[in-house]
C-alpha cells in the first residue's frame, strides 16, 4: 500500500541553522509528494509540492526534491526563523485508483532565538 | 474564495451526547475529507466523498460516527453518542480532481472537540 515515512521529532535548531526533515514513501504509481506545515492553532497549510520525478518544490526559503530512485522528498532550508516553529507534514496522493492523501506522522521543529 | 469552513471552531459537550461538526468546502472542489489529530494518532482519515457520495469510509473508528454531504457545499461529522476518547481536532478539507498540478487538499482551520 502506499505510505509515508518522516523522521521523528521534535527537531530543536538555534536561528539561522540549516534544517533537513527527511521523508521517503512508498507508492505505486506516480504520486504527488507535498509538504505541509501546521502552525499552532491552525488547520495544514500545503508549504510546497512536486509533481513528477526530479522536480523541485520550493517556497519561503524552503525547497525539497522528489527523488524517485530514493523514493525521497526531503525537506530543507538554509538559514531557519523563529517563526518557522510549527508541525511539519510530509504527504502524497495520486490521480489514479484513489484520491486520499496520506501523511505522515509529522515533525516538530522549535526554532530558538 | 474563503476557502474550506469548519464550524463550530471549539465544541465542549458531555460524555453521551450528540455532536455534529460542520464544513462548506471551497467551491467547485469535488472531494471532500474528514480527519481527526491526535497527539497519539497523529493525523488520522476518518471518510472522503466524491461528488457527495462516500468513497471510502474505513477510517471511521465506530458506529457512533457517521458522515454525510448532502450537497456539493456542506458536509457533516456526527459523533452520537460521544466519549472522552473522541476528543480530538477534527479537520475537514477538499480537494480538486483536475490532473496533476491540482492535486493538493485545502484544510479548514479545524474544530476542537473535547468530551468531558
Known amino acids: 500500500g502506499n505510505s509515508v515515512t518522516q523522521m521523528e521529532g521534535p527537531v530543536t535548531l538555534s536561528e539561522e541553522a540549516f534544517l533537513t526533515i527527511n521523508c521517503t514513501y512508498t507508492?505505486?504509481?506516480?504520486?504527488?509528494l507535498f509538504w505541509y506545515v501546521q502552525y499552532p492553532g491552525e488547520g495544514l497549510q500545503l508549504l510546497l509540492k512536486?509533481?513528477?520525478?526530479?522536480d523541485k518544490g520550493s517556497n519561503k526559503g524552503f525547497e525539497a526534491t522528489y527523488r524517485k530512485e530514493t523514493t525521497s522528498f526531503h525537506l530543507e532550508k538554509g538559514s531557519v526563523q523563529v517563526s518557522d516553529s510549527a508541525v511539519y507534514f510530509c504527504?502524497?496522493?495520486?490521480?489514479?485508483?484513489?484520491?486520499?492523501?496520506?501523511f505522515g506522522a509529522g515533525t516538530r521543529l522549535f526554532v530558538k532565538a | 474564495d474563503a476557502g474550506v469552513i469548519q464550524s463550530p471552531r471549539h465544541e465542549v459537550t458531555e460524555m453521551g451526547q450528540e455532536v455534529t461538526l460542520r464544513c462548506k468546502p471551497i467551491?467547485?472542489?469535488?472531494?471532500l475529507f474528514w480527519y481527526r489529530q491526535t497527539m497519539m494518532r497523529g493525523l488520522e482519515l476518518l471518510i472522503y466523498?466524491?461528488?457527495?457520495?462516500?468513497?471510502?469510509d474505513s477510517g471511521m473508528p465506530e458506529d457512533r460516527f457517521s458522515a454525510k454531504m448532502p450537497n456539493a457545499s456542506f458536509s457533516t461529522l456526527k459523533i452520537q453518542p460521544s466519549e472522552p476518547r473522541d476528543s480530538a481536532v477534527y479537520f475537514c478539507?477538499?480537494?480538486?480532481?483536475?490532473?496533476?498540478?491540482?492535486?493538493?487538499?485545502?484544510f479548514g482551520q479545524g474544530t476542537r472537540l473535547t468530551v468531558v
Open positions: 478539507a477538499s480537494r480538486l480532481r483536475a490532473g496533476p498540478v491540482n492535486t493538493e487538499a485545502f
Open positions: 507508492a505505486t504509481g506516480y504520486p504527488s
Open positions: 512536486a509533481t513528477k520525478a526530479d
Open positions: 504527504a502524497l496522493s495520486r490521480n489514479t485508483g484513489g484520491f486520499k492523501t496520506i
Open positions: 467551491s467547485g472542489h469535488d472531494y
Open positions: 466523498f466524491n461528488n457527495n457520495v462516500p468513497i471510502d
